[in-house]
């Protein structure tokens, strides 16, 4: 792939997506929505890819939409048509990819990139990390899921207060609140991260996709439609040789060699 505003890399079964625009803190313009895709696709295509981490370079994780593009817009332009062919494509695409996604959030993560931030499997946030939801401050609602994703993670109250002052919640209170997973000192994320997606990769992938996909439906199932939608994913888990191996380390009394299938 030759990419312009994101790197790619792929190593030891992880995929890291690293969004590239360092001077605008990592805001999307249509070249990075379009690259990010093409490369979540990769991640979620290549069998050697078992987890994916999605970063930013510089002091931002991401800023959101660039908006030097929007005042750039003629009278025309269709802004609900730009989030169906973009973030809201891009976000369906991570929650729907069946194989663990972090984001390591390395900085500021605001409007659509808190959003995409939160569309994630987990959240490791570096101390210097931030999410801000940025939309009123510009006089939009919340987009890129966020009006689905935060009162789900946070509660409504909290969401609506971070929506409505549109303040910069701090990676210590994104923790408290139950919007990260860890918090850890700045220079760190990167090895914790690696600890964490090496962990993943080396896990059962094929139950790691399919638990992703039963939470995800059970959110919007009864409590019998949930159970019985985890009794026909566990039919699929156990034909994997992932369950087989696993039951057989458990007796022999050795770890698994999960191989994802
Ligand atoms: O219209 C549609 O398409 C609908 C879709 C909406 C989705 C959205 O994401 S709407 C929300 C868009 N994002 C924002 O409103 C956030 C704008 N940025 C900020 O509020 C602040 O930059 C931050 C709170 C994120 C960080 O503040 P700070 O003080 O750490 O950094 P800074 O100095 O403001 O920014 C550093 C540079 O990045 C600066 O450029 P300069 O002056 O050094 O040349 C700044 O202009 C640039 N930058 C930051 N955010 C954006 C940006 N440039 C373009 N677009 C940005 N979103």
């Known amino acids: ?64 939409q660039d908006l030097a593009a929007v005042a750039g817009r003629g009278a025309a332009f269709s802004i609900a048509e730009h989030l169906r062919h973009g973030y809201n494509r891009l976000v369906l695409q991570i929650v729907t990819l069946e194989k663990p996604v972090i984001a390591a959030v390395n900085g500021v993560a605001a409007g659509a990139g808190c959003g995409i931030a939160l569309a994630c499997d987990l959240r490791i946030a570096s101390d210097r990390a931030s999410f801000v939801q940025a939309f009123s401050r510009v006089g939009l609602i919340p987009d890129s899921g966020s009006t689905w994703l935060l009162p789900r993670l946070i509660g ?38 690696a600890a964490w997606a090496q962990r993943l990769a080396s896990g059962p992938t094929l139950a790691f996709g399919l638990t992703k996909r039963a939470m995800n439906k059970a959110l919007s199932m009864t409590l019998a439609e949930a159970l019985e939608y985890e009794a026909l994913l566990q039919d699929v888990a156990g034909a994997s040789h992932d369950n087989k191996e696993g039951v057989m380390a458990f007796l022999e009394k050795r770890p698994p060699a999960f191989r994802g299938e």
């Open 1 to 64: 792939m030759a990419l312009a505003t994101i790197l790619y890399t792929v190593g030891d079964g992880v995929a890291t997506i690293t969004l590239n625009r360092p001077d605008k803190l990592n805001a999307f313009n249509d070249e990075m929505t379009a690259e990010t895709m093409a490369a979540l696709q990769e991640a979620g295509r290549d069998k050697a890819v078992r987890c994916i981490v999605l970063t930013g370079s510089g002091r931002g994780f991401s800023s959101g």
């Open 156 to 193: 409504y109250g909290r969401a609506y207060e971070m929506a409505v002052m549109a303040d910069r919640v701090p990676a210590g209170t994104a923790h408290a609140w139950g919007m990260v997973n860890a918090v850890v000192p700045h220079d760190q994320l990167p090895e914790v991260t």
